[in-house]
């Protein structure tokens, strides 16, 4: 059974940083592109970032360019997403996802992925 699983988030005062971390399990994480979304109450799932199965190439949502980095280690099947610079409108659940294809292609669009994690929270507050 394929699985994704996030970890790391929590309570961090605005401009702190935190660490998101994905693991997998029963998928062949090595040919899969890799997101991270977030929803905050109210609001869409919005995408954030995306990785692809060599890590050649990133991709970022505009509200998080320059402050957020995603990444990933192949051999440990986890992928990663720094989070520097928060902001209050940062706070949202964010969930890990697989993606059907080793590309990204229109990472934001949720139907490129198909195996999502339960999500991990973040609260960015003073």
């Known amino acids: 059974q394929r699985q994704v699983s996030e970890s790391g988030g929590g309570l961090v005062k605005p401009g702190g940083s935190l660490r998101l971390s994905c693991t997998t399990s029963?998928?062949?994480?090595?040919?899969?592109?890799m997101g991270w979304f977030r929803q905050a109450p109210g609001k869409e799932r919005e995408g954030v970032a995306c990785?692809?199965?060599?890590?050649?190439?990133?991709y970022y949502a505009d509200s998080v360019k320059g402050r957020f980095t995603i990444s990933r280690d192949n051999p440990k099947k986890t992928h990663y997403l720094q989070m520097d610079n928060l902001r209050p409108d940062d706070t949202a659940m964010y969930y890990c996802?697989?993606?059907?294809?080793?590309?990204?292609?229109?990472?934001?669009?949720?139907?490129?992925?198909?195996?999502w994690g339960r999500g991990t929270q973040v609260t960015v507050s003073s």
């Open positions: 029963g998928v062949h994480f090595d040919g899969h592109a």
């Open positions: 996802a697989a993606g059907r294809e080793y590309f990204c292609g229109y990472f934001t669009n949720p139907s490129n992925y198909d195996v």
């Open positions: 990785i692809t199965d060599n890590a050649q190439r990133t």
